[in-house]
């Protein structure tokens, strides 16, 4: 693996609600540098990065019904279409975890779809929170994500129990087979934790580490 190829499966993710401008322009910058697929910033950040990543040709990445995925279906359509509207090319939203939970899988499906139909064609990427969830909730989460459309399952919002896991992107893999991408997100933090997350099955990583894993897998190429 090169370190272009891996840095076009990072999402540059920062998240954290205190989160400046400026620290916006420096993640930017950093994934046009370094050329990583994506960018990924809280909604109200992403007119922001879209603009200073005119012509990159790196993506802007957003997050929907986060971190909790409980609002209303009404207020994630609302959300994708403002995020869309601004410039976001991919969208990552939150499972309605207590919904799933509750058994009410027509309603997380619908849930799921009405996001896809407001992106219009632009990637969305189902969080399901993993570490809430049994291998067998996983599997399910992952045919109402595909059923309903989605392109991507995703493992973590980074602020729930645990992040990724080797286990939990295996099933994910297996669940979807090879219609849909797999996103790992949540603590991967060296080059070695992101290439067993890929071995396991993901095509995209979630990280706000992207830098130093680049760096890690630099300094070995020498």
Do not use: Y
Not at 18 to 27: G, N, P, Q, V
Not at 59 to 64: G, P
Not at 130 to 151: N, V
């Amino acid at each position: 693996m090169t370190v272009s190829n891996l840095a076009s499966m990072i999402d540059h993710t920062l998240l954290k609600p205190e989160a400046t401008a400026s620290d916006i322009d420096r993640l930017c910058r950093e994934a046009s540098e370094l050329g990583f697929g994506a960018v990924c910033v809280n909604p109200w950040w992403v007119f922001r990065a879209a603009e200073r990543l005119k012509g990159s040709g790196v993506r802007v990445c957003t997050v929907v019904g986060f971190p909790l995925g409980a609002t209303s279906t009404e207020a994630k359509e609302a959300e994708t279409k403002r995020a869309v509207a601004d410039g976001a090319s991919e969208i990552d939203m939150v499972m309605n975890i207590g919904a799933f939970k509750s058994g009410d899988r027509q309603g997380v499906e619908d849930d799921i779809r009405a996001v896809v139909r407001a992106a219009g064609g632009r990637t969305v990427k189902v969080i399901l929170e993993t570490g809430l969830l049994a291998e067998e909730e996983i599997r399910l989460a992952c045919e109402l994500a595909k059923a309903a459309g989605a392109h991507f399952v995703k493992t973590s919002t980074g602020f729930g129990p645990g992040g990724a896991t080797v286990e939990a992107v295996r099933i994910m893999r297996e669940a979807v087979g090879r219609e849909m991408g797999v996103k790992a997100s949540g603590g991967i933090r060296s080059l070695a934790a992101a290439k067993k997350m890929i071995a396991a099955g993901a095509n995209r990583i979630g990280t706000s580490s992207g830098v130093a894993i680049l760096e890690e897998l630099g300094n070995r190429e020498k």
